[in-house]
Nanobody, 114 residues
Framework: QVRPVESGGGLVQAGGSLRLSCAASGSISLKAMAWYRQAPGKQRELVARITTDGRTNYADSVKGRFTISRDNAKNTAYLQMNSLEPEDTAVYYC?????????WGPGTQVTVSS
């Protein structure tokens, strides 16, 4: 069983930065870790994803502002968010992907004030 836990969310002014962390406990090998977000009234969407060998992909809306990274030894993923905009306000969820099962974290709130 893998249990991702997010941290680092909070309230920040537009233009500011936050760094989210996701620690996935458990001994299972993960093939990728990803960050999703869900704003009120909207569907959950992929923000960024990173594989074990370091390949990344980003949503167009965050390219150039957000950076995903990973510590494979610790099963931990990070999301550095810069130049935050009010449109980035959402609950951010971590997804830990194993070969057979995906595991979601409970989420962390990010609020960007204008």
């Amino acid at each position: 069983q893998v249990r991702p836990v997010e941290s680092g969310g909070g309230l920040v002014q537009a233009g500011g930065s936050l760094r989210l962390s996701c620690a996935a406990s458990g001994s299972i090998s993960l093939k990728a870790m990803a960050w999703y977000r869900q704003a009120p009234g909207k569907q959950r969407e992929l923000v960024a994803r990173i594989t074990t060998d370091g390949r990344t992909n980003y949503a167009d809306s965050v390219k150039g502002r957000f950076t995903i990274s990973r510590d494979n030894a610790k099963n931990t993923a990070y999301l550095q968010m810069n130049s935050l905009e009010p449109e980035d306000t959402a609950v951010y969820y971590c997804l830990a992907e194993s070969v057979r099962v995906n595991y979601w974290g409970p989420g962390t709130q990010v609020t960007v004030s204008s």
